[in-house]
């Protein structure tokens, strides 16, 4: 219901396919079988597939036992941040890339129990290494890893170069395909196109609404997480650690690839979503989870009707 409520526009214009040809394999495959589909069709997908990822999410996070008590605030988190920005009510491959970064954050997870991490490690660079392919602007979550296992395990270089043999691997196999069909140069296809840009030229008041309220929630969550950090246990804690980071880095992905956009913020509502439900569930006061869902809500509204103002005449009044 909440979903329908947040992305409720779709009913009236169908999501579109917004998929730049240089991006990987997820976006020649929405171009190739995306493109012209029923708008119906697009709709019940983008649906799915948001609600699909926010279920999955917070079961996640329960199971690893990073909040206090057992709810859905991190799936309410996820819909309402998806409607604050036009560009993420889209069928893009940033979509499709967050089941990529869901299950490589449960892999990472699992690295602070294991006593012989060699397979673990090899299948995370094999995740990263494919989710490059599919979606290149992912290319900057090799940051995430590294990072991530210099905070969760002791310098082994072994296992450094263990994952980083499973990066490589998957552009190892293609490099080897492409020789073999004598197309050695079309590898640069697959290869990220980084390079400093601006997004956005012009900062119009729906972006910088939207802007302002997923800061406001963001900040809060965080320093809901800030007092409550310290009584969580340590593999808690660094779980949290790698979100934070995840968080950080992917903040830059519009900025440092070119032809990203709005849309690969996308990828931002996985850690998002898990830092803004901390203010809905850690207060025990409910004045001000509400006054942020109503918030949030209404910013999600907002982008709605600027939606249907620009493209529907009947809502021009």
């Not at 990073?66 to 604050?84: D, E």
């Not at 997870?109 to 673990?120: E, I, S, V, Y």
Request: with cysteine.
């Amino acid at each position: 219901m909440l979903s329908m409520v947040v992305h409720f526009h779709l009913f009236f214009q169908a999501p579109v396919v917004l998929a730049s040809a240089n991006d990987g394999f997820f976006a020649i495959f929405l171009r190739r079988w995306f493109t012209g589909l029923d708008p119906n069709l697009l709709f019940l997908i983008y649906l799915l597939t948001i609600l699909v990822q926010a279920i999955r999410l917070n079961m996640l996070l329960l199971e690893l036992k990073m909040f206090p008590q057992s709810g859905y605030t991190v799936a309410m988190s996820y819909i309402l941040l998806s409607g604050l920005m036009t560009q993420w009510c889209a069928i893009t491959p940033a979509l499709f890339a967050n089941f990529l970064l869901i299950w490589l954050f449960v892999k990472i997870t699992r690295l602070f129990n294991q006593a012989n991490p060699k397979n673990l490690l090899f299948n995370i660079g094999l995740i990263i290494g494919t989710t490059v392919l599919c979606y290149h602007p992912t290319a900057i979550m090799i940051i995430v890893v590294l990072f991530s296992l210099a905070i969760i395990r002791p310098f082994k270089l072994q296992e450094w170069f263990i994952l980083l043999i499973g990066i490589i691997l998957p552009y190892y196999f293609l490099g080897a395909g492409l020789f073999l069909n004598d197309q050695p140069g079309s590898i640069t296809r697959f290869l990220p196109n980084p390079g400093l840009v601006l997004p956005v030229k012009v900062a119009e008041p729906p972006l910088i609404v939207s802007s302002s309220l997923i800061l406001l929630s963001l900040l809060s969550g965080i320093i809901c997480w800030q007092q409550f950090n310290s009584r969580l246990v340590i593999q808690i804690r660094k779980n949290w650690s790698v979100m934070l980071l995840m968080g950080l880095i992917l903040l830059a992905v519009p900025f440092i690839f070119v032809d990203a956009g709005i849309q690969a913020a996308f990828l931002c509502l996985v850690p998002m979503s898990a830092f803004v439900s901390n203010s809905f569930s850690y207060p025990k006061r409910l004045v001000f989870p509400n006054l942020l869902f109503f918030l949030l809500l209404g910013g999600a509204l907002y982008n709605n009707w600027q939606v249907l103002h620009y493209n529907w005449p009947v809502f021009k009044f």
